[in-house]
């Protein structure tokens, strides 16, 4: 099988399994694929740790969920040095980062202290301690959620944090006919009638499906595309004055890079060799929902930068 049937055959297993949520599951593989982190905003409930449980199922892989609280402490994500009373040493103790697939669940519970010692680790991809440097996996992806519906004693990350997931996913409830589904599967949990597993994709694997997704043709217009969605966002001025009056920061250069990735890998699990204007369209809401600052006109408006985002698209064409 082709490391691209792989993948796509993952993608199958995983809907079958974590019904109703195919954008969630998409973008965990874009995330996968891009080399990035994702944060997931939704209500309880809506099978965010489980998707991130089963597709660690479907790679070689470890696993690790760890519980953000207001009394955790960086060293409960990062590790620390253990004192050796036997030879009067330090002995590092590796923490939950080093798993591949780490779940920060509920992120903004705990203190920036904390938060940041998480996204410094996503950002440099290794831990400082003491004197020692130690280097996270190759393979390394978080995936933190927020709850949007409770919001007292949380701790909202900052601007700066934010625009290092490379997405911001929303999450919403499934349908009556995918809820329906999600019954009949708990059934079957229940009675321990587990579904056939596909063979787990290697790391190697997914390496090599990584040098595919950058090797995929992007035509110049498309890349100006790209660049002119961004700079739009930065000075909003030169094309709209609705968009002037909505936007008080634009996306960073890590907008448009994220925008490149994700597009590309977009379009690799559409099975294509090459880059079109949908695939930045499809990606574009989940890579600048986060970067987009905007002005106290539009919140006080009501103005999601969703809808920004809409407008956005409208008023930049590919030339």
Not at 3 to 27: C, F, M, Y
Not at 63 to 87: A, C, K, M, W
Not at 133 to 162: K, W
Not at 273 to 299: G, K, M, N, T
Request: net charge negative; glycine share 4%; aromatic share 6%.
């Amino acid at each position: 099988m082709s490391k691209q049937n792989a993948i796509l055959s993952l993608r199958d297993w995983l809907n079958e399994t974590i019904v109703g949520q195919p954008h969630l599951i998409d973008r965990l593989l874009i995330a996968l694929l891009a080399d990035g982190h994702l944060l997931v905003e939704g209500a309880p409930g809506l099978a965010k740790t489980k998707a991130i449980k089963t597709l660690s199922d479907g790679l070689e892989a470890s696993f690790h969920r760890v519980q953000f609280t207001p009394d955790l402490l960086p060293s409960d994500v990062t590790g620390t040095d253990i004192y050796r009373p036997e030879n009067g040493t330090f002995e590092f103790q590796a923490g939950p980062i080093f798993h591949n697939l780490v779940l920060a669940d509920e992120i903004n519970r705990a203190p920036a202290k904390v938060q940041s010692s998480l996204l410094e680790a996503m950002a440099e991809r290794q831990v400082s301690v003491g004197k020692s440097t130690y280097p996270l996996p190759e393979l390394f992806l978080v995936m933190a959620t927020q709850n949007p519906v409770e919001q007292e004693g949380t701790y909202p990350l900052p601007e700066a944090q934010l625009d290092r997931f490379l997405l911001h996913v929303g999450v919403d409830y499934p349908s009556a006919s995918a809820e329906k589904e999600i019954l009949r599967l708990a059934r079957q949990e229940a009675r321990n009638d587990e579904m056939k597993q596909p063979t787990p994709i290697t790391q190697a694997e997914l390496f090599k499906a990584r040098e595919e997704v950058l090797q995929i043709h992007m035509a110049d217009s498309i890349e100006d595309y790209i660049v002119n969605l961004t700079c739009a966002t930065r000075k909003p001025d030169t094309i709209d004055m609705d968009l002037a009056r909505w936007i008080e920061y634009g996306v960073s250069p890590r907008g448009t890079i994220a925008l490149d990735r994700c597009a590309r890998a977009n379009a690799w699990l559409n099975s294509r060799d090459y880059i079109s204007p949908e695939d930045v369209q499809a990606v574009i809401h989940d890579v600048f929902r986060h970067r987009l600052i905007l002005s106290f006109e539009s919140e006080a408006s009501g103005i999601t930068p969703d809808e920004v985002i809409d407008h956005l698209l409208e008023l930049v064409a590919v030339s």
